[in-house]
Structure formats: C-alpha cells, structure tokens
C-alpha cells in the first residue's frame, strides 16, 4: 500500500518535524532520558499504575471489588489483543519508520525494522488507560494522560508519525470499550468466585476489608469459607 504521509508539504511530516525538532536543542543527558522513558518508562508506570489501582480496590473492599477486579484484567488483557490486530494492519499498510522517508530527524532509538503505522507503544498504552478508566475513572484519567505522553515521546524521538500514534490510541481505545461488556461477563464472574475462595479470596479482598464488614456480613462470609474448605 502506499506511504500514508511522502511529502514534507503533508501537515502529518510538518508537526513529526516540529516535534522531533525539539530534540535538536535540547540536551544530550535530555535527550537520553525522553528516549529511555518512551521505550520503557512509561511502559513500566502503566503496569505501576494498574497494579495500585488493583492495590487500592482490595484494600478497600467495596461490595463492586470483583467487577471492578475484572476490569482491571481487562486492561492487560485488552493491550495484549490491541497490539495482535495491529500485526495485520501493519503488514497491510507497509508504513516505513519515518527516518527512512524523511531528511534530518534527530532519531533518539536506533534499530528499528519494523513498520511505523500503528505505535505498539501508543496502543498499548491507551488500552491500558482506557480499560483503567473502566475500572476506576481516578486512576483511567491518569492512565491516559501517561498514554498521551507515550505518543508525545514516540514522535519526539523521531520513530513515529503523529498520525501512527492517533492510529494506536484508536485501536487501543476500539478494543477496550468495545469489548469490555463481554469481557466484564466472562470475567466478573470469576472474580466473584475467587473473593469467595478461601485461599486466593486476597486477590479481590484484602483482610482488613474483611474486618470491616458487619458483623453479620462476616460471620456468613466465615460460615461460607468454612464450608468451602469442607
């Protein structure tokens, strides 16, 4: 397929010129940090960020902790499906990596073979924020502005085109919400299941949480725990 962006007249080289001219002025030492955050760090602060919002659920112990546990597997689960509908897409469009097309980028990252249309970075990323924002709106908003940044840094290091990042948060955004109802079905369930299981019950509710219930509510959730373990 043809090159979605040849020209430098084209307002998609224009603004990957623009940003990426940014790493021309700035430091060495700066330089190195945006392309040390862009290929990993932010990865790292996502999956941070996703098991604190878990963290936090569980300590809690709202009587909606299962749903909102699911939805949180969701969030991996979701990125991992994004990024393998990208495989085709990639090989389909054939975008060449910018630097191979364009003149006088300051590329942070070197080694890169693979097509640029989408970012697996920028996908993965807005997956996870999006499927985050399903679990808890606090921590989502959070996720996507971790995921903007992704895109912002993509393009600063001269890999991306922005509209490979804006194809990754679509495909990213697609996937999560439009499968999350089926997975919230299939998921939330199970969830359900391991809060009631006496030995991996932690996972959905922390002991603290348990402590708090009334006790009514406690003493049952005791009750049924013995029974289980019977």
């Known amino acids: 397929m043809a090159v979605l962006a040849e020209s430098g ?6 603004l990957l010129y623009d940003i990426n001219g940014l790493a021309k002025d700035a430091p060495h030492w700066f330089d190195r940090g945006m392309a040390f955050v862009g290929e990993y760090g932010l990865l790292v602060a996502m999956v941070l960020l996703v098991v604190w919002c878990w963290w936090s659920v569980r300590r809690r112990g709202d009587e909606d902790a299962p749903a909102t546990i699911a939805a949180l597997v969701w969030a991996p689960l979701a990125a991992a499906i994004a990024v393998l ?9 054939e975008r060449p990596r910018p630097f191979l097309t364009h003149q006088g980028l300051d590329v942070l990252v070197h ?37 903007l940044a992704e895109g912002f840094c993509r393009i600063y290091m001269g890999v991306h085109y922005p509209t490979d990042v804006v194809g990754g948060y679509a495909l990213g955004t697609a996937v999560a919400l439009l499968l999350s109802p089926l997975a919230a079905a299939l998921l939330t369930p199970v969830m359900k299941a391991v809060e009631r299981s006496p030995r991996a019950g932690w996972i959905v509710r922390g002991r603290s949480a348990t402590v708090g219930l009334v006790p009514g509510a406690r003493a049952a959730l005791e009750s049924e725990e013995r029974d289980l373990a019977a």
Do not use: C, E, Q
Not at 85 to 93: A, D, S
Not at 116 to 144: C, P, Y
């Open 111 to 147: 080694g890169k073979t693979d097509y640029s249309f989408v970012s697996d970075h920028a996908t993965i990323t807005m997956a996870l924020g999006v499927g985050l924002f399903v679990a808890n709106r606090k921590f989502g908003l959070a996720g996507i502005g971790l995921a």
């Open 9 to 14: 007249s084209n307002p998609d080289v224009d």
């Open 85 to 93: 509908v990208n495989v085709p897409i990639r090989g389909f469009v």
